[in-house]
């Protein structure tokens, strides 16, 4: 018989071992860590179910089991899966199992084209300002001011600039300072992931930079990415300025 004690302690145990992959994720250079995800030591690279085939690690009155899987798609994310055992893989008393995705790191995601990447239609109103003319997101040719794949609107004296040095100072010129009308698939590699989101907008709260529709307003917020090295402005937007790893974790008898 299965006691609650021993259901706790295995979950728990489960828990030691998604904890030792993450530290071991984020602290490549130490002893016993994930130096490469090109190849992941066995101590984290069981076999899948888990059984008692899997790579036990010792801890207390029993120990885990983990395996580090990397996306084949996006290659900064990682599924960790880990077993609890009591009192070990080969002699289970008891045995949970925790699956958690990790987001490594958000660096080099995408080098978006403009400071204001709109998925649809734009209007540019009132005072906000769009400048990218000190941007550094490209590393070749220039950066634009906004990028949409519907039509793009400019009210005076509202201002969209691009850093197009070759080209005489103006602003809200098409081309130059932005892109109306693009194919939809030019957008596709600037769309974030679900767990990218998670990341975005987790990093965001803690930081105080995530903002919400005013109340009384649209029931959603349009996605934008958004270039940190461009200085830009808009009213009534919704902006998520950077991200932290975050994870999320289901539970398995």
Not at 28 to 44: E, G, H
Not at 97 to 123: C, E, Q, S, Y
Not at 210 to 227: A, E, K, Q, V
Request: glycine share 6%.
């Amino acid at each position: 018989m299965i006691s609650n004690r021993n259901t706790n302690q295995v979950l728990y145990l489960a828990d030691s071992g998604v904890e030792n992959a993450l530290w071991a994720l984020s602290n490549p250079t130490a002893p016993n860590a994930i130096p490469s995800l090109v190849t992941i030591p066995a101590r984290y690279n069981s076999p899948l179910p888990h059984g008692s085939n899997a790579t036990f690690i010792a801890l207390g009155r029993g120990g885990f089991t983990v395996s580090v899987v990397r996306d084949p798609v996006n290659l900064q994310m990682v599924t960790v899966t880990s077993t609890g055992w009591l009192p070990n893989n080969t002699a289970a008393l008891a045995a949970k199992k925790i699956v958690t995705t990790k987001l490594l790191t958000l660096a080099n995601r995408f080098t978006p084209p403009t400071a204001l990447n709109v998925n649809g239609a734009l209007t540019v109103a009132g005072s906000a300002v769009v400048d990218s003319r000190n941007a550094t997101c490209q590393t070749s040719g220039w950066q634009l001011g906004a990028f949409t794949t519907g039509a793009t609107a400019i009210a005076a004296p509202a201002t969209v600039y691009g850093s197009a040095q070759d080209q005489p100072a103006g602003s809200n010129r098409p081309t130059y300072d932005y892109q109306a009308n693009q194919p939809p698939s030019a957008f596709t590699p600037m769309i974030l992931t679900p767990d990218e989101l998670l990341a975005l907008k987790g990093r965001a709260q803690a930081s105080g930079t995530y903002f919400r529709p005013p109340t009384g307003g649209p029931s959603h917020l349009m996605r934008r990415i958004h270039c940190r090295t461009v200085s830009s402005s808009w009213t009534r937007s919704a902006v998520v300025r950077s991200a932290r790893p975050r994870t999320r974790r289901t539970w398995h008898q």
